[in-house]
T-cell receptor, first 112, second 115 residues
Framework: QKEVEQDPGPLSVPEGAIVSLNCTYS??????FMWYRQYSRKGPELLMY????GNKEDGRFTAQVDKSSKYISLFIRDSQPSDSATYLC????????????FGTGTRLQVFP | GAVVSQHPSRVICKSGTSVKIECRSL??????MFWYRQFPKQSLMLMAT?????????EQGVEKDKFLINHASLTLSTLTVTSAHPEDSSFYIC???????????FGPGTRLTVL
């Protein structure tokens, strides 16, 4: 069993849709949970991070962490074609600058 | 935000040669940098943790004699792929942690193709 599981997609949605991306994990010791966006042939770009359980909102993006279920989510409201990318969840044990364990990534396509 | 650069962005080499990839934190100091590898349509897999002034820590299954890491300063880490073979062809990405903001920044990646 992988430490972090993520549906690889691809996920195809129309512009303006609400997108839900999810990851599950097995190691209950993870404390920091990140979402990265990666465009083709580029390095990952940090979107949001959350410490422990709870919600965090930043513009059109909302991250949720449920440690009791070992489940994290990223919601994108009013999705745009520019949101088309691969979204990677990542987790670390100690802090954000610790080594990260990534999910496989979900490829998102938002069509006009 | 902080910037991490990598050089070169792309490299093509013959089998058996060695390739050096540089990772720099441009506007902050990083005592720790990480090297990841990403195969097509797969996620990032951590190869090693690069520590300034000391030996790198390699993940299980990564050959330390093949992937040489040097972290000689607080802004530069290098990864040398020795005696590269076609199976080493991959996207290599480094990251560096900025402690003041508790954020890890990634470089743009280096695409290595071994013929």
């Amino acid at each position: 069993q992988k430490e972090v599981e993520q549906d690889p997609g691809p996920l195809s949605v129309p512009e303006g849709a609400i997108v839900s991306l999810n990851c599950t994990y097995s190691n209950s010791a993870f404390q920091y949970f990140m979402w990265y966006r990666q465009y083709s042939r580029k390095g990952p770009e940090l979107l949001m991070y959350t410490y422990s359980s709870g919600n965090k909102e930043d513009g059109r993006f909302t991250a949720q962490v449920d440690k009791s279920s070992k489940y994290i989510s990223l919601f994108i409201r009013d999705s745009q074609p520019s949101d088309s990318a691969t979204y990677l969840c990542a987790m670390s044990l100690l802090y954000n600058t610790d080594k990260l364990i990534f999910g496989t990534g979900t490829r998102l396509q938002v069509f006009p | 935000g902080a910037v991490v650069s990598q050089h070169p962005s792309r490299v093509i080499c013959k089998s058996g040669t060695s390739v050096k990839i540089e990772c720099r934190s441009l506007d902050f100091q990083a005592t720790t940098m990480f090297w990841y590898r990403q195969f097509p349509k797969q996620s990032l897999m951590l190869m090693a943790t690069s520590n300034e002034g000391s030996k790198a820590t390699y993940e299980q299954g990564v050959e330390k004699d093949k992937f040489l890491i040097n972290h000689a300063s607080l802004t530069l880490s290098t990864l040398t792929v020795t005696s590269a073979h076609p199976e080493d062809s991959s996207f290599y990405i480094c990251s560096a942690g900025e402690l003041s903001t508790d954020t890890q920044y990634f470089g743009p990646g280096t695409r290595l193709t071994v013929l």
